[in-house]
């Protein structure tokens, strides 16, 4: 019940994204925006990145932003002749599934976050997908940003609205739009950790319950293979955001490094908190084998007990089955039932001395 309340106040809280907003991409094209900005405000016109850029560079104010999403190699061929993108960094945000890295290529810094999503479902089994990974690419220059996001998720329009709305911090120039970037994903990074804490509370308590099943280990690995997922997208961000921190970067100004320091440290604990699920999953897994291991030796002691018992009336049953005639009280009138007492009284006994010694 606590996990199902927990689910409906996350969906409550759920950033909401506007789809009038004017960057967002229209249909059939690569191109999410064009977006001119001068001291932090954002500029009519300049839909071209052509014209954007040389609105820029004519009056050496302001920047642009460019968003594009699963672009082509045509598409962004383009873009790589008019703003001087390394190919080798071209060549990885088109092909995707690259592993979060920061790369200079001279004044152009090219950088790679994996984006994470929490899979809602109402119940977990040993096929529920809980994460979602994509990706999304940046070029950042003295006067642009350019991004590439590759999945159905983790777009930057509620970045985009909240940088708009702190004109101050987006007036720093195309560094801003970096760390907010950065900022974004390891917020999600934080976000997703939290909801996979209720699976893992789940499976938790399904094994420590009176009545565990022993079904759970699918479950358990599934998860596992979820929380290794997650942590392929955080762990390697580590490194880069440290770099974006505390190395001297041209088009990373000295006062947006310390934000950089600030997203490096709330990484740092999602990556703690990573690392201590899959410890707290393992020994979880330890104890739901040891239970079965131990449900298992239960069974093999009550299957010998009975079969203890069982020996008895089978053992006598099978001397006097024999069909000798010479045998003790074989013609006596009253050994059938002296017999079959003798039988009922052993099995008893024996079944009495078991449940004493806790085997029944």
Same mark, same amino acid.
């Given at each position: ?6 689910r409906a106040v ?6 909401a994204?506007d789809?009038?907003h004017?960057s ?9 925006n ?10 009519d ?11 820029v560079?004519?009056?050496g ?5 460019i ?7 045509e598409?962004l ?5 008019l ?5 080798l960094?071209?060549e ?5 599934h690259q592993r ?11 950088s790679?976050?994996k984006?994470?999503r929490?899979?809602e ?5 040993a096929?529920?997908e809980?994460?979602e990974t ?5 070029f ?7 991004t590439?996001?590759?999945?159905g998720?983790g777009?930057?329009g ?15 120039g195309?560094?801003s ?6 900022d ?10 939290d909801a ?7 499976v938790e308590?399904? /094994?420590?319950?009176e009545?565990?099943g022993? *079904?759970?280990a @699918?479950?358990?690995?599934q998860?596992?293979? %979820? =929380? ?5 997208a955080?762990?390697p ?14 088009v990373?100004?000295?006062e947006v490094?310390a934000?950089f320091r ?6 740092t ?11 707290l ?12 291991t ?8 009550k299957?010998t007990?009975?079969?203890a018992? /069982?020996?008895?009336?089978?053992m006598?049953? *099978?001397?006097? @089955? ?6 003790? %009280? =074989?013609?006596?009138a009253?050994g059938?039932p002296?017999v079959?007492?003798?039988m009922?009284l052993?099995c008893f006994?024996i ?9 029944l």
């Amino acid at each position: 019940m606590f996990s199902n309340l927990r689910r409906a106040v996350r969906r409550g809280y759920r950033r909401a994204v506007d789809l009038s907003h004017p960057s967002r991409s229209p249909l059939g094209s690569a191109v999410v925006n064009c977006v001119v900005y001068v001291d932090g405000a954002r500029q009519d016109g300049c839909a071209e990145a052509e014209e954007a850029l040389r609105r820029v560079r004519k009056t050496g104010e302001g920047f642009v932003w460019i968003g594009l999403h699963e672009p082509t190699r045509e598409e962004l061929a383009g873009l790589a002749e008019l703003f001087g993108l390394h190919p080798l960094a071209v060549e990885d945000a088109v092909n995707a599934h690259q592993r979060p890295k920061v790369e200079r290529f001279d004044d152009i810094l090219f950088s790679v976050f994996k984006t994470v999503r929490y899979v809602e479902h109402e119940e977990l089994t040993a096929t529920s997908e809980v994460v979602e990974t994509g990706e999304l690419m940046a070029f950042t220059g003295d006067d642009f940003v350019i991004t590439i996001r590759h999945g159905g998720h983790g777009t930057l329009g509620p970045v985009r609205e909240s940088l708009e709305a702190a004109a101050g911090q987006l007036a720093k120039g195309p560094a801003s739009v970096l760390h907010a970037i950065a900022d974004h994903v390891v917020d999600d990074y934080v976000a997703v950790t939290d909801a996979v804490q209720n699976d893992i509370d789940s499976v938790e308590t399904a /094994v420590f319950s009176e009545y565990g099943g022993r *079904g759970d280990a @699918g479950r358990i690995y599934q998860l596992k293979r %979820e =929380l290794l997922e997650l942590r392929r997208a955080v762990a390697p961000l580590s490194r880069p955001l440290q770099h974006l921190a505390t190395q001297p970067i041209p088009v990373i100004p000295a006062e947006v490094r310390a934000y950089f320091r600030d997203v490096a440290d709330h990484l740092t604990r999602a990556t703690d908190q990573i690392n201590g699920y899959d410890a707290l999953l393992d020994s979880i897994l330890q104890a739901h084998l040891a239970q079965v291991t131990v449900a298992q030796n239960e069974d093999m002691r009550k299957i010998t007990a009975w079969a203890a018992i /069982v020996a008895v009336p089978t053992m006598v049953c *099978g001397i006097y @089955g024999m069909n000798f005639d010479h045998m003790p %009280e =074989l013609h006596w009138a009253y050994g059938y039932p002296i017999v079959l007492g003798v039988m009922a009284l052993a099995c008893f006994v024996i079944h009495r001395g078991f449940r004493r010694n806790g085997w029944l």
